[in-house]
C-alpha cells in the first residue's frame, strides 16, 4: 500500500485522470487567448507604423524648401525637380 492511498480518500486518487485533461483545455485556453492578444498587438503595431511613417512623410515635405536640383540629397522621386531619386541622389 503506498503512502498517498493510505492519506488521500479514494475519490481525489480517481481523478487524476480528470485533472490532466482539465489543465490540458486551460493550457489550450491561455495559449488561445495568447495568440489573440498578440495578433491584435501586431495589427495595432502595423497601423501605427505606418502612421508614424505618413506623419513622418508630411513633416519632411512641408519643412522641404521647394524641389531639390541634382545632386542634392533626397529621400523619395517627389522632392527631385527632375522626380528621378537614384541612391538618395537627385539626377
Do not use: F
Amino acid at each position: 500500500m503506498s503512502l498517498y492511498k493510505s492519506v488521500l480518500p479514494e475519490n481525489v486518487i480517481n481523478m487524476k485522470g480528470q485533472v490532466s485533461v482539465e489543465m490540458l483545455i486551460l493550457i489550450a485556453v491561455v495559449i488561445a487567448v495568447v495568440a489573440l492578444a498578440a495578433t491584435y498587438l501586431m495589427s495595432t503595431m502595423e497601423h501605427t507604423g505606418k502612421h508614424i511613417e505618413e506623419q513622418s512623410n508630411e513633416l519632411l515635405e512641408r519643412t522641404s524648401i521647394g524641389k531639390k536640383g541634382p545632386g542634392e540629397t533626397c529621400y523619395s522621386d517627389e522632392i527631385c525637380e527632375s522626380n528621378e531619386c537614384t541612391e538618395n541622389t537627385c539626377e
